[in-house]
């Protein structure tokens, strides 16, 4: 009999919870009358390192910056994006202050992505960028991004790297979304 590894573990949870959110969230009220208008473009799934400083703890208050150090996330999508169909995984990032606890923290800033496309038979790589907002509930957070042509929206749920919130700050983490709505 093999072992199964704690981050395996970790990870499988992760997804199992991922996607429990993502299912209370469409059945929430006033969730169809949301994804009604605009129109989805594209749906992507995204993971994203997330920095802290300097830390998230559970019981203090404090705030600090929260950054990716540039588009060093991943952003899969199927779909379209500025009319033209997006064709592989592309790059994300953010940089942007949070406060709040581990229990209950918001966030703002700024974000950018890049993906590629088909461009009439020519491949492109799209930028774009913008601002965010992030209010969370615990480590699952909501995300709601604009950019210049759209809106991506998601939700996602804060693995942790360094520090665990009760006996160290939380000061790296993975946040991967699934489910990420791009609306123009």
Known sequence: MSAIHPSTKRRGAMVALCAGL??????????????ASPAVSAICSAS????????LSLLQQNSGTNQSFGETGTLGCVGKLDALRVTGTGSIGFSGNYAGTCSAASGVGTWSFSVPVDDNGTARVLHHSGTYSAPNVALAITFNGQFETGKLS????????????????????TLPMIGVQLTQ
């Open 22 to 35: 993502l299912v209370t969230a469409a059945t929430l009220p006033g969730a169809a009358a949301a994804t």
């Open 48 to 55: 994203i390192p997330l920095h802290l400083s300097p830390g």
């Open 154 to 173: 998601g939700l996602g749920l804060v693995v942790p790297g360094t520090g665990n919130c009760l006996t160290q700050p939380l000061s790296t983490a």
